[in-house]
């Protein structure tokens, strides 16, 4: 079991908030990206924030995006597609519509609706 499974989500949200707005971005726009993968309204992002939910508890309580396979490309080193375990694909998935809302794509294009 990879040590990030059993990360608390809330140590690393605050992260993604501050790559994001170093960016120019917003963390409203994070959530929405977070609500689209995750299906969690900004009411039960927040429960999950509060409560210190850690990752593996998070995704196992997400329902995932039936769009979320259309997320590929390279995050630390790795495709995301190519990612074997399950759990560790859909934080990579996380991970990658971060990068892409940090570098400025527009938020239309991240959601890959």
């Known amino acids: 079991m990879h040590r990030i499974f059993g990360m608390p989500f809330a140590t690393v949200y605050p992260l993604y908030v501050t790559k994001v ?21 900004k009411a039960a992002l927040d429960r999950h924030l509060e409560a210190g939910t850690t990752f593996e508890e998070f995704f196992a309580d997400a329902t995932l995006h039936p769009n979320a396979a259309l997320i590929t490309g390279v995050i630390c080193g790795v495709r995301v597609e190519q990612i074997e375990d399950p759990l560790m694909q859909k934080i990579r998935y996380l991970d990658k519509l971060v990068d892409e809302l940090a570098r400025g794509k527009a938020v239309e294009k991240v959601l890959r609706d």
Do not use: C, N, P, S
């Open 21 to 41: 707005e170093r960016k120019g971005r917003t963390q409203a726009e994070l959530d929405q990206v977070i609500e689209w993968l995750t299906g969690f309204d």
